[in-house]
C-alpha cells in the first residue's frame, strides 16, 4: 500500500525566514503539532512544537524558522510503501514526514496516521471474524 491513501495534503509551511514568533502563531492558528520549513517551495527542515520548547529552554537569541529547524529532514515519496515508511520512522525515531512527488511537497504523513490505518484495518478484520464466526 502506498501513501497516497494515507497522507494528509493540508500540510501549513513557513519559510527559512519567518520569525519564530510567526512561526509558534502559524501553528497555534492551524492547531498543528508541527510546520514544513519551505525555501523557494521545497521543504528544507521541519519545526516541531518540542523543537520550539528546547528554543524557549535554551534562552537562544535564534529568531527565525531557520534556526529552529531541524535541518536533517527525512522525506517520503508519495508512492513509498506504507510498512516501509513505519519502519524507517522508527528506525530515525521520528513522528512525521514530509511527502513528496517528483520533488515537490505534496502532504505529510505521522505515526498518527498509520496508528489510525492499522485501526481501521483491525475493525474490518473483526467484522469479517464475526461474521464468518459460527452463532453460539
Given at each position: 500500500m502506498?501513501l497516497?491513501?494515507?497522507?494528509?495534503?493540508?500540510?501549513?509551511?513557513?519559510?527559512?525566514?519567518?520569525?519564530?514568533?510567526?512561526?509558534?502563531?502559524?501553528?497555534?492558528?492551524?492547531?498543528?503539532?508541527?510546520v514544513?520549513?519551505?525555501?523557494?517551495?521545497?521543504?528544507?527542515?521541519?519545526?516541531?512544537d518540542?523543537?520550539l520548547?528546547l528554543?524557549?529552554?535554551?534562552?537562544?537569541?535564534a529568531?527565525?524558522?531557520?534556526?529552529?529547524?531541524?535541518?536533517?529532514?527525512?522525506?517520503?515519496?508519495?508512492?513509498?510503501?506504507?510498512?516501509?515508511v513505519?519502519?524507517?520512522?522508527?528506525?530515525?525515531?521520528?513522528?512525521?514526514?514530509?511527502?513528496?512527488?517528483?520533488?515537490?511537497?505534496v502532504?505529510?504523513?505521522?505515526?498518527?496516521?498509520?496508528?489510525?490505518?492499522?485501526?481501521?484495518?483491525?475493525?474490518?478484520?473483526?467484522?469479517?471474524?464475526?461474521?464468518?464466526?459460527?452463532?453460539?
Open positions: 502506498s497516497e491513501r494515507i497522507g494528509r495534503t493540508d500540510v501549513v509551511t513557513v519559510g527559512v525566514d519567518s520569525p519564530v514568533d510567526e512561526v509558534v502563531e502559524t501553528m497555534r492558528s492551524h492547531n498543528v503539532g508541527c514544513v520549513v519551505v525555501d523557494g517551495g521545497r521543504p528544507r527542515g521541519i519545526v516541531t518540542r523543537d520548547v528554543y524557549a529552554m535554551d534562552g537562544s537569541e529568531l527565525t524558522a531557520r534556526n529552529v529547524m531541524a535541518e536533517d529532514l527525512f522525506t517520503v515519496d508519495i508512492g513509498d510503501d506504507v510498512f516501509d513505519v519502519n524507517e520512522l522508527c528506525e530515525r525515531g521520528v513522528r512525521r514526514a514530509p511527502v513528496l512527488e517528483r520533488g515537490d511537497l502532504g505529510i504523513v505521522t505515526l498518527d496516521d498509520f496508528v489510525r490505518l492499522l485501526a481501521t484495518e483491525l475493525d474490518r478484520l473483526a467484522d469479517v471474524i464475526e461474521a464468518e464466526s459460527p452463532r453460539l
